[in-house]
């Protein structure tokens, strides 16, 4: 069987032709299509960054955190930028994508977030199942976010004995599938929230075939 590479028509845009098959397999386009759509978020003018690609990079901001925003961007355009009519095509800026990333806003991730993330087992997935129930877990875990102003007022600092914290933190709560170890749910609150409002906020999606340990 023969392959070819992909060909460009040269009316296109690059940020309509970039796309991350490994993350598609999980997210597929017509998922994220659907999620900005309810949410009714749209660009007036497209430019470099286009809404779906944004929801591209900022997964792999979280798959490829070690590296500066520019890098990712870089990273993820890589494959397409092979086969691009133009060689010398410069790829979008780090300041371009924190522009889009205001624009798109939390709403249409969290719808996201909601469309795709649902229990993955099966009854033959070994320890999936007890009494015929899916057993869940509730966890909560604090999580270090950047040191903003708004992330201060949002979230807090904890306070210690040599003073409050390096970084504002965010008290996550996660109702997760015990087989899969895969999250169907989360929340974050203040840093000094209880685990136990998180956990109470987490029932909203345990179902009567779910054994939540």
Not at 103 to 119: D, Y
Request: with cysteine; aromatic share 8%.
């Amino acid at each position: 069987m023969g392959y070819k590479l992909r060909e460009i028509a040269a009316e296109s845009k690059f940020s309509q032709e970039l796309a991350l098959g490994a993350i598609a397999q999980a997210l597929p386009l017509s998922a994220i299509s659907a999620a900005l759509a309810e949410e009714a978020v749209c660009e007036q003018r497209e430019r470099k960054l286009n809404m779906m690609t944004t929801v591209f990079v900022t997964i792999a901001m979280n798959l490829y955190a070690r590296i500066s925003i520019g890098e990712v961007l870089k990273k993820v355009a890589k494959g397409l930028r092979y086969i691009w009519p133009d060689p010398d095509y410069p790829v979008a800026k780090a300041n371009a994508f924190c522009y889009r990333r205001y624009q798109l806003g939390p709403r249409p991730l969290a719808n996201l977030f909601h469309r795709v993330c649902r229990p993955m087992t099966s009854a033959a997935t070994p320890g999936a199942f007890l009494f015929g129930l899916r057993l869940m877990a509730i966890d909560g875990t604090v999580e270090d976010v950047p040191d903003t102003p708004e992330n201060v007022a949002a979230f807090g600092r904890h306070p210690g004995d040599r003073g409050d914290s390096a970084f504002p933190q965010v008290q996550a709560v996660y109702l997760a599938e015990c087989g899969a170890h895969a999250i169907v749910d989360a929340g974050f609150w203040p840093c000094r929230t209880s685990e136990r409002v998180g956990g109470f906020r987490m029932l909203r999606s345990v179902a009567p075939d779910m054994l939540v340990m």
